[in-house]
């Protein structure tokens, strides 16, 4: 017995031996393997042992560097343009001052951008000379100059963690309901939504600082401190003048998004002959409402007031001047195979009233409709009309006045 014993435990240590040989050699096959120490525990006692075992190595990670973010898109409308007045619409004035012509317009823009981390990026946009108001496509005596890019567009933006963002420089300021009534006080070119907006007047861009807040992934806060050109011409402004805006984004559910939108524009002292005059204020409030009602519809709403009061800008006198504007929008858009249409209606009311006299009231409709055919992604054509009224009448008079405006003709864009 004791012979079997010891045969037993010489057989067993031999076979150990073996083992551990073999298990060496198949290690030292293994090249750019490390030791790691690693907490193995003892199954009789509670104490750790610490037991250098192999492991595979860890991948080495990617090194960060900028990412480079690249868009753009270019548009052309070749079109009928045709502008008169009511009397000549309704053939009751027979004079050919009346504009009828053919012209093509154009614009484009590229936007590129450099993520140089998770929490600073730089973001640049060029464009054409008028931006999204577009220009004359001229086949002579052009320039050399028309053609050079402009840069509406160059601001940093720096987060700090997932709530609060600063962005700072030549601004994107989208234009909205609101932006579009501010526009059209602002240049009285009127109340309107689409060939005369804010994006046209503007470039969308503004030259100032944003504060942004994203509280969650339903609401967001936004607010932007711009500078703004001095508005009147002919007289001595020693400083430039603020805009403020204040806007969030809320969305209802998984379809319905709300956008309420805070505007004050603060018009600088000015120096006249009179001495100096008091300054006045531009604000303007509303919402855009988005609703998603499936893949192929979706509706856009907007409503915006407006009220200006102080002394009026446009003259020496210092007559006191106060306006009220409304503007109202609604948008449909449907997309089913390859068609995307686009339908958009506005309604705008501006009363501007004087001390001592009547108040003059100024209507304006806005019609449009695009029919694109979506040839690829990059690429889509198609029929395009434009119409713009506007009215003008004063309290206690029978005289009205304005004037026709419309634009038919076909869109190619090109996106990328």
């Not at 079109?79 to 053919?102: L, M």
Request: charged share 20%; net charge negative.
């Amino acid at each position: 017995m004791r012979v079997s014993r010891v045969a037993l435990l010489t057989a067993a240590m031999f076979s150990a031996a073996v083992f551990a040989q073999d298990e060496e050699a198949e290690l030292s096959d293994v090249k750019n393997v490390s030791a790691a120490p690693v907490v193995v525990k003892n199954e009789k006692s509670s104490s750790a042992v610490s037991a250098p075992i192999s492991v595979a190595p860890v991948a080495e990670k990617e090194k960060s560097g900028p990412k480079l973010r690249f868009s753009g898109d270019f548009y052309v409308n070749p079109a009928w343009e045709r502008e008169n007045t009511w009397e000549q619409a309704k053939g009751e004035d027979k004079s050919d001052d009346k504009t009828n012509a053919f012209n093509i317009l154009y614009n484009w823009n590229t936007s590129f951008g450099l993520d140089f981390n998770d929490n600073f990026s730089l973001d640049f946009r060029l464009s054409n000379k008028s931006g999204y108001e577009c220009d004359n496509l001229a086949f002579e005596n052009g320039s050399a100059k028309e053609l050079l890019p402009y840069l509406p567009n160059a601001y940093f933006t720096w987060r700090a963690g997932d709530v609060f963002s600063l962005s700072g420089g030549l601004l994107e300021v989208t234009d909205n309901t609101v932006l579009n009534l501010v526009s059209g006080y602002e240049n009285s070119g009127g109340l309107y939504t689409s060939y005369a907006n804010w994006a046209t007047e503007y470039n969308n861009s503004q030259g100032g600082l944003k504060f942004g807040f994203d509280f969650s992934e339903n609401f967001s806060l936004n607010l932007t401190a711009a500078l703004v050109n001095e508005s009147r011409e002919g007289e001595v402004i020693e400083n430039k003048e603020f805009r403020f805006i204040l806007d969030a984004n809320i969305a209802l559910g998984e379809k319905i998004t709300l956008s309420p939108v805070f505007q004050a524009r603060s018009y600088y002292k000015n120096y006249t002959a009179g001495g100096k005059e008091k300054s006045s204020i531009l604000l303007a409030y509303g919402t855009d409402l988005n609703i998603e009602l499936s893949d192929a519809v979706n509706l856009g709403f907007g409503v915006a007031l407006g009220n200006i009061k102080g002394k009026d800008l446009s003259k020496l006198d210092g007559e006191k001047k106060s306006a009220f504007g409304l503007l109202f929008g609604i948008s449909p858009e449907f997309t089913f195979g390859v068609n995307e249409i686009s339908i958009g209606y506005s309604l705008g009311l501006a009363s501007d009233k004087n001390d001592g006299k009547k108040s003059l009231t100024n209507t304006y409709h806005d019609t449009y409709c695009v029919w694109l055919f979506r040839v690829n992604d990059y690429f889509a054509l198609g029929p395009s009309a434009y119409v713009m009224l506007s009215g003008s009448k004063t309290d206690g008079s029978e005289n009205k006045s304005g004037y026709i405006w419309s634009r038919v003709g076909a869109d190619f864009v090109v996106s990328f």
